[in-house]
C-alpha cells in the first residue's frame, strides 16, 4: 500500500471539518472560510506526517529461510548407492536386504527440518543434510511454520 499524501490531507482535514460544521454559530461565509483554513492546516499536517513516515526504515522478522543449496544430496547419493554400478556393469548394493536398509534408512533423513549452522545461519534443509553440515536440528512443527510464514516487522 503506497502512502498518499492526499489522503492523507483529506483525513485530517474532514476531522477538523467535522468541528467546524457542528458550530451553530458561524455564517456560511465564516464556515467555508474556517474549512479552507482547516484544509491548508491539514496539508502542513500531512507533509510532515508523511515525511516522517517515508523516512521510516522497516526492519523484518521472521523471514523463512533459505533452503540450503545441497539439501536433497543425501537422497542422491542413496540412490546412487542403490541403483548405481561400477566400471564393470554390476549393481552397488548386491542384495534385496542392503537396498531396504538404504530406504529404512532414508525415511527419518528426509524429514524437512530447520538447521542453524554454528555460525547462526538458519536453512531449511533435510535431516541428514543437517547432520552433514554440523548444524543444530529443530523440527517443523505446525506452531514453528506459522512464525515463519507471518512476517511481519518493526519501525526502527
Sequence with gaps: MAL????????????KNQETAKN??????????????????????AAAIHDYVI????????TIPPFESNS???LIDALQQMFGTDNLGNFNTQTALERAS?????SDSL???LATTTSGQ????TRARALQIGATITPITSQLASQLSAGGGTLK
Excluded: H, M, S, W
Design 102 to 106: 538404504i530406504i529404512n534408512g532414508l
Design 24 to 45: 451553530k454559530f458561524l455564517k456560511t461565509k465564516a464556515k467555508v472560510q474556517e474549512f479552507k483554513q482547516n484544509t491548508e492546516e491539514a496539508q502542513r499536517e
Design 122 to 125: 538458519r536453512y531449511l534443509t
Design 55 to 62: 523516512q521510516g526504515e522497516v526492519q523484518i522478522a521472521n
Design 72 to 74: 536433497f544430496k543425501p
Design 4 to 15: 498518499k499524501q492526499n489522503r492523507l490531507t483529506r483525513n485530517l482535514a474532514n476531522i
Design 111 to 113: 524429514d524437512i527440518c
